[in-house]
């Protein structure tokens, strides 16, 4: 699978998972090791452990190996790597203090991606009458 290909099926699964705040870097420039870094937030542990999960389960459905999965067991930053692209998801917190787009983020990649998949996660909790909150 070419790697346009790879990275919409990652960035479609992320989405279906609800991940925010989607990330896309061309890293070809800085490392020859992989492709592109994609960085998500999720918005628990519990969220960026089911957002690993999807992506894995996705990613094995179209038989492309997985050449390490890191972190699942804390579920504070996730990382899938699948050759041409790494996945970083990550507890807002956690994305803040190592701010990977600083390292990895001269090349952004134009995709297209849902609205609600690039707002970014803030550490509060859900108000009730926020209107992004819903049951």
């Not at 190996?65 to 990550?90: C, F, K, R, S």
């Amino acid at each position: 699978m070419d790697l346009q290909k790879q990275q919409r099926l990652v960035i479609d699964a992320l989405e279906d998972a609800k991940a925010r705040d989607i990330k896309v870097f061309n890293t070809t420039h800085l490392t020859s090791m992989f492709d592109r870094i994609i960085i998500v937030s999720g918005t628990s542990t519990r969220q960026t452990r089911a957002i690993a999960s999807h992506v894995v389960e996705v990613v094995r459905k179209q038989k492309i190996p997985i050449i390490a999965e890191e972190g699942t067991e804390t579920a504070e930053w996730v990382l899938i790597d699948i050759g041409d692209i790494v996945i970083h998801i990550m507890q807002p917190s956690i994305r803040r203090y190592y701010d990977l787009e600083e390292i990895w983020g001269d090349k952004p990649v134009r995709v297209k991606l849902l609205p609600e998949s690039t707002v970014p996660v803030t550490d509060e909790p859900a108000r009730y009458d926020d209107p992004s909150w819903s049951m």
